[in-house]
């Protein structure tokens, strides 16, 4: 069982950053794909971004050029990057981790652009 602990939510205003860190309770280096889904009110969950072990990585359209995930394989940790962020990027951002068939969420940090 992976345990994974986001921080880094917070409010911002449009045209803010954040950077949002996935820490998880073990060695990350086996995981085969880490990544950060949202779901803001009404909608359903959706995948922002992943990276695979080999560190190919995958965004959502509308996140491309703004948004930078990364892993630190030696904190165990996981980050988002996200720059230029819009009202439409107003979510729970949650956390996941792939493990040969098992699948594991964070609780999720809150993350609010507006002004």
């Known amino acids: 069982q992976v345990q994974l602990v986001e921080s880094g939510g917070g409010l911002v205003q449009p045209g803010g950053s954040l950077r949002l860190s996935c820490a998880a309770s073990?060695?990350?280096?086996?995981?085969?794909?880490m990544g950060w889904y949202r779901q803001a009110p009404g909608k359903q969950r959706e995948l922002v971004a992943d990276i695979r072990r080999d560190r190919y990585t995958n965004y959502e359209e509308s996140v491309k050029g703004r948004f930078t995930i990364s892993r630190d394989n030696a904190k165990n940790t996981v980050y988002l990057q996200m720059n230029s962020l819009k009202p439409e990027d107003t979510a729970v951002y949650y956390c996941?981790?792939?493990?040969?068939?098992?699948?594991?969420w964070g609780q999720g940090t809150q993350v609010t652009v507006s002004s």
């Open positions: 996941v981790a792939v493990r040969h068939t098992l699948v594991f």
């Open positions: 073990e060695s990350i280096f086996s995981i085969e794909r």
